[in-house]
Each structure stands twice: as C-alpha cells, then as structure tokens.
Antibody
C-alpha cells in the first residue's frame, strides 16, 4: 500500500523558517518524481513545486522561488521542503504527492503551516 | 499562472448526469494531453479520478469520464450518487515540469 506521511507543520512568525518532511512507503521511491501541493484555508489546490526522481530537476511557482527549496533523500525514502522567509500568504495545508506521468496519483494527509504574528 | 476556470458549483439529483468544465489556454489545457481531475472531500486527501484527459485509474467508477475540446476539458459524472458530493479540481501540465489547478467546483447532490 502506498503511503505518504508528512510532518513538521506548525506555527511560524512572518520571516521565519520551517522544514516539512514526507516519508514514503509502499513503492520504489527513487523511481518517482514528487510534488508539493498546498491548499490555503477556504481556497483551492495550488501546485507549488516538483522534484524529479533523482532530485536533479526541480521547478517552482513564482511566488516561492528563492524562498522554498525541495530536496529528497532516496536512501531514506524521504522528501523535504525547506521554507524560508515565510509570508502570511504561505499559510496552508501542504500535501506531499507522488507523480505519475503528468498527474498526481497518491497524496498524503497534509501538514498544516500557519504563518502569523 | 492563473488558475484554470471552473464553475463554482454544480448540482444534480441522484441518478442524473452533471458536467464540470475547465477552461484554460493553449499553454496548458490545449497544449498537452496531461489533464487530470481530483475529488476532494473535507478532511480527506484528494483522489485522482481522471488522468491523461480521459483515463480512469484502477478502482474509480466508470461513472466518471473525461474529455477535452480545444482549451477546455470536462469531467462528467453520470448516475450521480450522494457519495459524489465533493469539491472537484482539474489540473493541467503547463510546461517545464509545472502544473496549474482549476479554481474548484463544489458538486452538490440534491
């Protein structure tokens, strides 16, 4: 059974930093690209970033470029999201998601990030 | 990137069919075959119901079907059931390993 389990969410002040982790199980992690997708309270889903199976290729939406960094440790089946210089508008539930060929086939339950003073 | 345009809400009676539209541009919906649809119920993780524009993942009811014409994709739910009540999102590939979601459509079963 494919499982994706996020951790590391919490309350952060504007300008602060936080790192989310996502532990994967039930599939060969190092053969799948991954993404982080978020949902702000009362809003829709928003794709945030992508990382290739090897970790060599990444892509980000403009609003997080230079502030967010995605990485992965394939030896530990773990995906990371380092978030710096956080803004109030980054408040959201962040989903760790497995990518198929141009779609997202398995989602974690999400980790809640609240950015507030 | 602007969100793909979806109607805010669609409703139908049990047994009826409904269709949700997803309007994009030639740079996303119209430019690639990678259009997918997700069902999202409160408190649960989203579920993939359509990928590649028209394909259903294993375990998804054949009451769900997808199509595309030009820059607009559509999701049809036939034989509407109470369990289909959820928010539905389309998503399209927009090049360079980037994706854009639709604004979401709340489906209500009357």
């Amino acid at each position: 059974e494919v499982r994706l389990s996020e951790s590391g969410g919490g309350l952060v002040r504007p300008g602060g930093s936080l790192r989310l982790s996502c532990v994967a199980s039930g599939f060969t992690f190092d053969t799948y690209a991954m993404s982080w997708i978020r949902q702000a309270p009362g809003k829709g889903l928003e794709w945030v970033l992508f990382i290739s199976s090897s970790g060599v290729t990444t892509s980000y939406i403009d609003s997080v470029k230079g502030r967010f960094t995605v990485s992965r440790d394939n030896s530990k089946n773990t995906l990371f999201l380092q978030m710096n210089n956080l803004r109030v508008e980054d408040t959201a539930t962040y989903f760790c998601v497995r990518q198929g060929g141009g779609f997202f086939d398995y989602w974690g339950q999400g980790a809640l990030l609240t950015v507030s003073s | 990137q602007s969100a793909l345009a979806q109607p805010a809400s669609v409703s139908g009676s049990p047994g009826q069919s409904i269709t949700i539209s997803c309007a994009g541009t030639s740079s996303d919906v119209g430019g690639y075959t990678a259009v997918s649809w997700y069902q999202h119920q409160p408190g649960k993780a989203p579920i993939l119901v359509i990928y590649g524009g028209t394909k259903r993942p294993s375990g998804i009811s054949d009451r769900f079907s997808g199509s595309k014409s030009g820059n607009t994709a559509s999701l049809t739910i036939s034989g509407l059931q109470a369990e289909d009540e959820a928010e539905y999102y389309c998503c399209a590939y927009s090049g360079e390993s980037m994706y854009v979601f639709g604004s979401g459509t709340l489906v209500t079963v009357l």
